[in-house]
């Protein structure tokens, strides 16, 4: 099995200091430059879990490099380049302390709640009778919390956000125009593929007081989808949908009592399941792109990228 980076201690010039996120390392240059580096860790319900995805990286990396020049009409983005096929390098933004989540349909976390009573959303009435991955009547926006390291992430209204000054009126407006925008795009991108973009999440900040698009977008880590061949037929039938996003991971951890609950234990990754996933990924690039994924060495990882991203930032 070929290698994966769990880990990443690079020293770039200029570099002021790193955030070891979830599965992302961000090298900050100079407060002016940031290097995103896209392990092959994999997390999921705020948990990092204890083996990684070999090429995960490399495919998120590439898919939301694709993701970010295709929206770059709608929205600026961070993105300036993308010097190692794990790496993006992009201007520095002060990050809002919100995620926009847009959902399309009712399933995963929210149809979690629903079955057990909820009929709203983040302050957004949902109607009775709905089934699970049934289309909402309109996209929906769903803002959560950005929780610090370590921390779960907390659903908040429109309303809380604006009344605890985490983000300013007009500025939120802006961030909700785009994020129904983005995801109209995706949703015609997938649907090209025959996919259906079910929900996603979009982050932004702000720099000289205009509002980026930052992060990843549109990957698996962040967006669910759906085939679209056979969706209706499943939705009728109440089975389960084919779907490529991470929810395969939760539904596996749930199935051996793994919810991140306290005192829970993470089940045991074999390298099966670790190729499972790993073929999961590579499906979903290959589905959405088009393209064949075309994976590089996994052997001596940090040397090259840390090569890779010198000569970038100093030519």
């Keep these: 099995m ?5 880990k990443t201690d690079c020293h770039f010039p200029g570099q002021t200091n790193v955030y070891h996120g979830k599965v992302r390392d961000v090298y900050n240059i100079r407060n002016e430059i ?43 983005n961070w993105k300036r380049a993308v010097p190692d096929p794990m790496v993006t390098a992009g201007i520095r933004c002060e990050g809002y302390p919100v995620e926009m989540i847009v959902r399309g349909y009712l399933c995963g976390s929210a149809w979690r709640a629903y079955k057990n009573g909820a009929r709203t959303i983040c302050g957004i009435k949902i109607p009775d009778g709905m089934k699970e991955n049934e289309p909402f ?11 610090a390291h370590g921390a779960h ?21 802006v961030m909700e125009k785009y994020t129904h ?22 982050e932004f900040g702000q720099r000289d007081g205009r509002i980026f698009l930052i992060d ?58 670790v190729g499972r996933i790993s073929n999961r990924y590579i499906e979903l690039y290959e589905q959405i792109t088009g393209e064949r994924f075309l994976s590089v060495a996994t052997e001596e990882l940090l040397p090259r990228i840390e090569r890779n991203v010198t000569h970038y930032l100093c030519p």
């Design 181 to 202: 925008e983005l995801f109209r795009r995706g949703t015609d991108i997938a649907a090209r593929r025959g996919l259906i973009l079910v929900d996603t999440k979009y």
């Design 34 to 76: 940031l290097i995103m580096v896209a392990t092959d860790r994999i997390s999921a319900f705020d948990v990092v879990l204890p083996e990684g995805i070999p090429c995960k990286g490399q495919m998120l990396n590439q898919l939301a490099a694709k993701f970010l020049d295709a929206t770059a009409d709608i929205c600026p």
């Design 153 to 173: 992430d907390e659903d908040i209204s429109r309303a809380d956000i604006l009344k605890n000054g985490l983000v300013s009126e007009a500025d939120y407006a």
């Design 216 to 273: 990843e977008i549109h990957t698996p880590d962040s967006s669910r989808y759906f085939y679209r061949d056979g969706y209706e037929q499943h939705l009728s039938a109440n089975e389960p949908q084919r779907q490529l996003s991470k929810e395969f991971v939760r539904e596996w951890l749930m199935e051996n009592g793994f919810q991140g609950r306290p005192g829970q234990t993470v089940p045991e990754m074999t390298p099966e399941i």
């Design 2 to 6: 070929k290698k994966a980076l769990l």
């Design 137 to 147: 009547p309109e996209p929906l926006v769903t803002p959560t919390t950005k929780a």
